[in-house]
């Protein structure tokens, strides 16, 4: 089956460690993208990349890192640096990363709980 | 990529009515998107409807764009239970593969 996934489910991390949130895609996508949302909230973006190798920092990317070093993966780090970790955290990936935008396929989340 | 802010925040109806949501966004798009998230999970492709086009179906539901108003309603017809859900939108700009923007969405409860 083709499909985006994200492991795991549910991650419980203590304040001060950093974390890495994983995000697979067999549908040979070129862009992936990193949200995060928070109750009663919509999604806001925090990382994107149109390509291996390439990714941008999205609306909110204070705190996070990413890596594309293949191209049906796109880890995302959540570091200490970042104030407020805890929220529900969506993977996505696009057909392509330049031109005219396409449907995004999203994995089932991650919810991460620091305390 | 294009914010879009949805109306109203929450929708309870019985089963078999219809449900009618609103979408606005500030500037011109090219092309804008419905998306559908079910508690606790992933958001799921509901419809794109191009700047040209001003209508388009796909089974019960039917989008309408008017780019002169800047907004975009989804209309769901004859729902069902399994339609309670939250409903997204998100404009895109031609080179639109920046990710995008969501308002906090439309709750739609459908009451059996």
């Known amino acids: 089956d083709g499909g985006i996934t994200q492991s795991p489910k549910y991650l419980f991390r203590k304040e001060g460690q950093n974390v890495t949130l994983s995000c697979e895609q067999n549908l040979n996508h070129d862009a992936m993208y990193w949200y995060r949302q928070d109750p009663g909230q919509g999604l806001r973006l925090i990382y994107y990349?149109?390509?291996?190798?390439?990714?941008q920092k999205g609306d909110i990317a204070e705190g996070y890192s990413v890596s594309r070093e293949k191209k049906e993966s796109f880890p995302l780090t959540v570091t200490s640096a970042q104030k407020n970790p805890t929220a529900f955290y969506l993977c996505?990936?696009?057909?392509?990363?330049?031109?005219?935008?396409?449907?995004?396929?999203f994995g089932p989340g991650t919810r991460l709980t620091v305390t | 990529s294009q914010q879009g802010e949805e109306d109203p925040q929450a929708l309870s109806i019985q089963e078999g009515e219809n449900a009618t949501m609103n979408c606005s966004y500030k500037t011109s798009i090219n092309n804008l998107q419905w998306y559908r998230q079910n508690s606790g999970r992933g958001l799921v492709h509901l419809i794109l409807i191009r700047s040209n086009e001003r209508e388009k179906h796909s089974g019960r539901l039917r989008v309408t764009l008017d780019t002169s108003k800047k907004s975009s309603s989804l209309l769901i017809t004859a729902s069902r239970a399994a339609d309670t859900a939250s409903y997204f939108c998100?404009?895109?700009?031609?080179?639109?593969?920046?990710?995008?923007?969501f308002g906090k969405g439309t709750h739609l409860i459908i009451q059996p």
């Open positions: 996505a990936s696009s057909i392509s990363g330049t031109g005219a935008a396409y449907e995004q396929y």
């Open positions: 998100a404009g895109t700009t031609f080179w639109g593969a920046d990710g995008l923007t």
């Open positions: 990349s149109q390509i291996v190798n390439d990714f």
